[in-house]
């Protein structure tokens, strides 16, 4: 009853609206006065990390929350072109998460600082190869940290494609026109390309270029869609709208564990590998964070999350120690990280790389 | 006492052809909830079983919360600036013939005949030049800026042919400038002006190319849920934001309705 | 509120001032109209002129690189023009934006005429009604489109279920054709609006004299209601039309290779290809397009409008 006169009294209340305005603007000036820079308050002397969704997880920086008592601020970036673009226009992260083949663009734009490796304790740890990936270094001075490690490769469904032996040109089978799809970024497409042309991805003449062309050219009409992002190629596998698409690792996992069957290729021309890592903002505000965020995502516990959660490799040689051969294997990886790089065609810079891209984004256009 | 049925039942084929636009409206976006509550993560058919683990997720991300409130915040800025700015320049334009009219008009229309993109990167350089970090400020202006001529437009829509010997009557009478406009110029306003409210506020809360651009630190949730498309393990979370969202709006506007009703009945009471 | 009498009668050269001014303001209508538009004018010259400038420069410059050449040249435009492709897919943008625009404001009208005419109470609910849906994220609302026309989505799950067919349509998403319904479905509130507000403030004294004349309701709608809404209708066409035609991200998300627009090569030349010179110069000519097929438009609609008056 005293409920009911409540509610009476509240339509009661409100048969004046000029009340029921007033109060509604309160509400919407209170809103809209609220401090716009709440957020960077609370996080004072925290670094902001620019990455791939899916790297932020706690379970990558746990010695980072150990010191900080808290996580990072995180900006995601969907495809590593925008991320740069984004930079030079003036957006300034802590530490930024590129692939090694980008490192050297980066640094010329003017974004990145040497990094000072005696600041990080995990250093003496990691892979040494992976310290010296050509365009990594410069002037003596280290520029990127390797962080994490894998494939790009054709995944297929193993009950819907019918090959007798696995091959790059399965992306140019006409059976299965309009039921292929691969990555809209010319990093990930183009090599492939040149890898089943026969050619050198990253020294390609212009005749070279014309061939990839004509090959780019000829898959566009087999292609149900070009893919900003891996989730679109793993849902169109898992439905089966597609047979088979460009993608890393990770969907191999992923897909697997949702009982799909699919297999991850390694094709006869040889399958991509590649390199990413984490590098500083040449204004980054808070570089002490920064170093603590690098060496945090390091560790070989972050490591280990990489390797069995994800499927990827890490730098950390520790890290497979902690893992387990099982999950190494699970995973299609392997310790000797060098042998298992040079077994594939590792993705490095093109040579005309401005070219090279614009190419590509042409023949997607239909130009 | 004869049965009749509302106004709006009667009147046949148009009565008809609204409630298919409303099923066509509705029918798409009443998908969301039915995922959120799929237990799978493949937004796909057969549904797999009931969940409502996707919820219980959406309340642990602290990040989509925070983007949330951020895109409230910024769309009801930017609606009341926007809607202020609008008023005035179509009263300008409504009520005063001056020198470069419509030149001045066709200025207004700019931010509309430069792609979003375009636009966006353009403020991302001027904004760095000028040395303002990037935050929801910059959000928001930017949302002020394309958001200004939608609420012009409206408001020149409704203002065009507005009687203004209605205004003069007023000030014949010997009101003044103060209590003419709000006596006669706003409330034969007001219909614009609500239609520019919520113009502009869906404008700003659903923008994503600039508000890509100019962000810094701080995410709206367009921005968050473009990030989550790259993983099909969070979608079905913000499927069930989206319809938390969708809820949401539904009880506020049922409930404002309920009160009016009652406001309504109330009335004749009150006055025996 | 404070009257005028309340406050102290004007004293000195300030009081003066004050009063040349405002005898100025008040017998100069143009001044203040411009004083009216000033805050907008601010916003949108400081806000506006400056990026477009910069973007104009741009496109005379050149790039390789991260190095960008200052020399001015027009071999940006050159490269536009002279290749045919370029000016098809400006062509292709600009024809499904159109459709799409067509497509919205034909389906809205009707609506936004039940609305207005047919609703005596709640109109305010109604219109609600309509934004609802569209307080959801627009990237969901593409997505939902997705899970409609997608591979095992609804409509191939349910003919499937009905035995019409036994493998899934594949036509329905990844086109053009699919682009056009997402985006006439994404916009429908945005013609809504202004068509509503149009008819909302017409003079239903006008239609009375119209039936008193003897005309049909056909008639009346014809020669009273419908001229008489078209600067809604026109403002509807616009606002769905021009933003459009630079979107990208639902091309990218179901228009798959042949529903690729102008906007996604623009994003490509400034964030995939390292030119902005080139994207600029697009822009602009992007630009260029829509203002002449939105003056078009309007042109067409005016010479209408006058015949029929």
Not at chain 1, 40 to 56: D, H, L, P, S
Not at chain 2, 23 to 51: E, H, Q, R, W
Not at chain 2, 100 to 126: D, E, Y
Not at chain 2, 134 to 163: C, K, Q, W, Y
Request: glycine residues 8%.
């Amino acid at each position: 009853m005293e409920k009911n006169e409540l509610m009476d009294r509240l339509a009661a209340g409100t048969l004046s609206r000029r009340n029921m305005l007033k109060g509604l603007s309160a509400l919407g000036i209170g809103v809209t006065m609220t401090p716009y820079f709440h957020g960077r308050a609370n996080a004072a002397g925290q670094a902001t990390y620019f990455t791939w969704e899916g790297y932020e997880v706690p379970e990558l920086h746990g010695d980072y929350i150990k010191k900080h008592g808290g996580s990072p601020e995180v900006s995601i970036f969907a495809d590593e072109g925008e991320a740069l673009q984004k930079m030079i226009a003036g957006y300034t992260p802590d530490v930024a998460h590129p692939c090694s083949y980008n490192v050297n663009l980066w640094r010329e734009a003017g974004v990145l600082q040497p990094i000072d490796t005696s600041r990080l304790s995990n250093w003496g740890d990691l892979v040494g190869s992976l310290k010296v990936i050509p365009g990594t270094q410069h002037e003596g001075k280290q520029f990127f940290v390797p962080f994490d490690w894998g494939n790009t490769s054709i995944l297929y469904r193993t009950d819907l494609v019918d090959i007798k032996e696995e091959s790059w040109g399965l992306m140019w089978d006409e059976r299965y026109k309009g039921r292929l799809a691969t990555f809209s970024g010319a990093n990930e497409t183009v090599p492939y390309t040149a890898v089943y042309a026969g050619l050198d991805p990253w020294n390609m003449s212009d005749a070279d270029l014309a061939k990839v062309r004509a090959l780019l050219e000829k898959q566009r009409p087999l292609i149900r869609f070009y893919a900003d992002d891996v989730s679109s190629i793993e849902q169109g596998l898992a439905s089966g709208e597609i047979v088979a698409g460009s993608t890393w690792n990770s969907s191999n996992v992923l897909l697997k564990g949702e009982g799909v069957p699919v297999k991850f290729m390694n094709p006869k021309e040889g399958i991509m590998t590649w390199v990413c890592g984490l590098v500083m903002h040449k204004d980054a505000p808070n570089p002490d964070a920064a170093y603590d965020l690098i060496d945090a995502m390091l560790s070989p516990e972050a490591g280990k999350f990489m390797i069995v959660d994800y499927g990827y490799g890490h730098s950390n040689t520790k890290s497979f120690d902690l893992a387990g051969d099982e999950a190494i294997e699970t995973a299609g990886l392997s310790r000797d990280v060098e042998a298992f790089l040079k077994a594939g065609v590792f993705s490095n810079e093109f040579k005309n790389r401005d070219a090279v891209l614009k190419m590509f984004e042409e023949v997607k256009a239909g130009l | 006492m004869k049965f009749q049925l509302p106004s709006w039942m009667r009147g046949g084929g148009l009565t008809t052809y609204a409630v298919l636009y409303m099923v066509f409206l509705y029918v798409p976006v009443l998908f969301l909830p039915l995922f959120s509550f799929n237990d799978g993560i493949y937004i796909a058919f057969p549904l797999k079983g009931f969940t409502v683990k996707w919820y219980e997720a959406m309340i642990e991300t602290e990040s989509l919360q925070a983007a949330l409130f951020n895109s409230i915040r910024v769309a009801a800025s930017v609606s009341i600036i926007s809607t202020i700015l609008g008023v005035l320049a179509a009263r300008a334009f409504t009520r005063y013939r001056f020198v470069g009219r419509k030149p001045t008009l066709g200025l207004l229309a700019l931010p509309l005949v430069v792609p979003g993109i375009i636009l966006g990167i353009a403020l991302l350089i001027m904004a760095n030049r000028l040395g303002i970090p990037l935050s929801l400020f910059t959000i928001g202006a930017a949302h002020v800026l394309i958001a200004t001529p939608f609420a012009t437009f409206v408001m020149i829509s409704r203002l065009e042919g507005f009687d203004s010997n209605l205004e003069e009557a007023s000030r014949d009478l010997g009101e003044t400038g103060w209590t003419t406009f709000w006596r006669v110029t706003f409330p034969l306003a007001l219909p614009g002006i609500v239609a520019s409210l919520l113009l502009t506020f869906i404008e700003s809360f659903d923008e994503f190319i600039l508000a890509f651009f100019l962000s810094g630190t701080d995410a709206t949730l367009p921005i968050y849920i473009w990030s989550q498309l790259r993983f099909p393990k969070r979608l079905p979370v913000v499927l069930a934001l989206g319809a938390c969202i969708l809820l949401f709006t539904v009880i506020t506007v049922a409930f404002a309705e309920w009160v009016r009703r009652k406001g309504v009945k109330l009335t004749p009471k009150s006055e025996d | 509120m404070t009257s005028e009498a309340q406050t102290a009668p004007p004293a000195g050269t300030i009081g003066r001032l004050r009063t040349v001014v405002k005898g100025a303001i008040f017998r100069n209508a143009g001044l203040r109209g411009y004083i009216l538009l000033s805050p907008t004018l601010l916003v949108l010259l400081g806000a506006m002129c400056l990026p477009v400038g910069i973007l104009a420069v741009y496109s005379l410059w050149t790039q390789s690189g991260v190095e960008i050449d200052h020399t001015l040249t027009l071999a940006n435009y050159l490269k536009i023009f002279n290749k045919p492709s370029y000016m098809l897919l400006i062509g292709k943008s600009v024809l499904i934006s159109l459709t799409v625009t067509l497509a919205t404001v034909l389906l809205a009208y009707p609506i936004a005429y039940f609305i207005a005419f047919k609703i005596k109470r709640h109109k305010i609910v109604w219109l609600i009604l309509i934004t609802i849906p569209f307080v959801t994220s627009y990237l969901l609302r593409v997505f939902a489109w997705k899970i409609i026309l997608g591979y095992n989505g609804i409509i191939n799950s349910g003919l499937k279920w009905l035995g019409v067919i036994d493998q899934p349509l594949t036509f329905l998403l990844h086109n053009p054709t699919a682009v056009v319904i997402t985006l006439a479905h994404a916009w429908a509130p945005i013609a809504i609006l202004p068509i509503f507000v149009s008819l909302e403030k017409m003079d239903r004294s006008l239609l009375e004299a119209a039936t008193d004349l003897g005309d049909s309701p056909l008639q009346r709608f014809l020669r009273v209601t419908l001229p008489l809404s078209i600067p809604g209708v026109v403002a509807a066409a616009m606002l769905v039309f021009i933003p459009t035609v630079g979107d990208y991200i639902t091309p990218q998300l179901v228009g798959g290779p042949d529903g690729m627009m102008v906007g996604s090569l623009m994003h490509a030349m400034f964030f995939r290809a390292n030119d902005w010179p080139l994207g600029s110069a697009l822009a602009i000519v992007s630009a260029l397009a829509i203002t002449v097929t939105s003056l078009g438009v309007w042109f067409l609609t005016k010479q209408a409008r006058e015949r029929a008056v």
